[in-house]
Each structure stands twice: as structure tokens, then as C-alpha cells.
T-cell receptor, first 115, second 114 residues
Framework: DTEVTQTPKHLVMGMTNKKSLKCEQH?????MYWYKQKAKKPPELMFV???????INESVPSRFSPECPNSSLLNLHLHALQPEDSALYLC??????????????FGPGTRLTVL | DQQVKQNSPSLSVQEGRISILNCDYT??????FLWYKKYPAEGPTFLIS?????DKNEDGRFTVFLNKSAKHLSLHIVPSQPGDSAVYFC?????????????FGKGTRLSVIA
């Protein structure tokens, strides 16, 4: 299994809603990432989890709350978002440690629209 | 300050010809470079990578060249096919400094014309 899966594919939510994005991989990767991508822009890193611990938070607003329940799962909890948070949210995973082939594998993304 | 630069936002190439996508970087600590391909409404797909100990890596129609002294890398696609039409992102990381994340360029949109 060389796939990163993300659910849902599309999400529309109001500014007062609470929702969660989910990401799953079964490649034995120990690093997992959340990226945000706006149209015609490169992916922007939000969070990195390494061995299920948050290792990087790129100054993301607290209305985004990541969670890594186990080594295969990564969640992103959303609360009180703003319309400018509408974007494609990408999950990725990679091997950890001293692996030379450290490419990140991306999921298909969740297209989020905040009304 | 952009550490990874893709100065051509778009490129058009005839089917069967060579596509050359360029990428420059400023951080001399970067030692691992990757190319990703992205179709609309999909996540980026890993294409090919190269570490700083090499100057060339080839995988089928795709070859990546690295010129460390010029801090420049390029992706060659030969022959180009219409299905190659996508946005190509160059990415880099400082591998030996630990778990540093990828730094992406802004992407180049490749259009292969039949």
C-alpha cells in the first residue's frame, strides 16, 4: 500500500462550525504533514508530526488543531474558520530518521470552502 | 525571501520534443531535491529526486540534473507527452539537519501540445 488517503474530498462549512479532516497511511512512515494550498500557489507547510509528536508548527492560528492518534492517522480539527481559510488541505507522509529516500507522499487533498 | 525559485510560471512544448523545467535555490544547506507533478484538484505526485552527491538522476523519460556550484537544478522530460501537462513543483530540503520540511518553488505550468 503506497497511498495516502484523505477524507472528505470536499467540505463546505460555516464560520461557526466544527469539523475535522482525516488522513491515513499504511506505509510505515513516521513523519506526517499538513499543508495548505491556495490556487496557483505552492503548498505551504502547516504542521509536522514526527513519531506521533508535533515537531513543527508554522505559526498556524489556533483555529486549526492537529492531532496524531497513532502512527497511521493524522487529523486536522477545524473551528471558527474564516472565509480566507478556504483552500486545498494536503496531507503527506515520509520515512523518518536517516532514510536517504525521503520523498513525501501526498494525499489527494480536501477541498475546503468556508462560507 | 524565496529559497526555491522557479522563474518560469509556464512553458509550452510540442509533443515529442524535450521539456526543460528549471529551478534555482539560495540555501547552500539544501542537499536533497525533489520534483512533484500536480494535476488540478489532486495532491502533488512525487516524480523524481536527487541528492547532492549526484549530478544526474534518470527515471524513464525523466532526468534531473543538479549543478551545485550554480545552485541550479533542471528536470528534462523526453519525449514530452500530452499527459505530462501539469504544474511541476521543485522542492528542496536540508536533509542532514534533521527533520526539516520541504521548501517548494511556486511551480511551472507545463502544456504539451499535440
Amino acid at each position: 500500500d503506497t497511498e495516502v488517503t484523505q477524507t472528505p474530498k470536499h467540505l463546505v462549512m460555516g464560520m461557526t462550525n466544527k469539523k475535522s479532516l482525516k488522513c491515513e497511511q499504511h506505509m510505515g512512515h513516521r513523519a506526517m504533514y499538513w499543508y495548505k494550498q491556495k490556487a496557483k500557489k505552492p503548498p505551504e507547510l502547516m504542521f509536522v508530526y514526527s513519531y506521533e509528536k508535533l515537531s513543527i508548527n508554522e505559526s498556524v492560528p489556533s483555529r486549526f488543531s492537529p492531532e496524531c492518534p497513532n502512527s497511521s492517522l493524522l487529523n486536522l480539527h477545524l473551528h471558527a474558520l474564516q472565509p480566507e481559510d478556504s483552500a486545498l488541505y494536503l496531507c503527506a507522509s515520509s520515512q523518518e530518521g536517516d532514510s536517504v529516500n525521503n520523498e513525501q507522499f501526498f494525499g489527494p487533498g480536501t477541498r475546503l470552502t468556508v462560507l | 525571501d524565496q529559497q526555491v525559485k522557479q522563474n518560469s510560471p509556464s512553458l509550452s512544448v510540442q509533443e515529442g520534443r524535450i521539456s526543460i523545467l528549471n529551478c534555482d535555490y539560495t540555501n547552500s544547506m539544501f542537499d536533497y531535491f525533489l520534483w512533484y507533478k500536480k494535476y488540478p484538484a489532486e495532491g502533488p505526485t512525487f516524480l523524481i529526486s536527487i541528492s547532492s552527491i549526484k549530478d544526474k538522476n534518470e527515471d524513464g523519460r525523466f532526468t534531473v540534473f543538479l549543478n551545485k556550484s550554480a545552485k541550479h537544478l533542471s528536470l528534462h522530460i523526453v519525449p514530452s507527452q500530452p499527459g505530462d501537462s501539469a504544474v511541476y513543483f521543485c522542492a528542496a530540503r536540508d536533509f542532514y539537519s534533521g527533520n526539516t520540511p520541504l521548501v517548494f518553488g511556486k511551480g511551472t505550468r507545463l502544456s504539451v501540445i499535440a
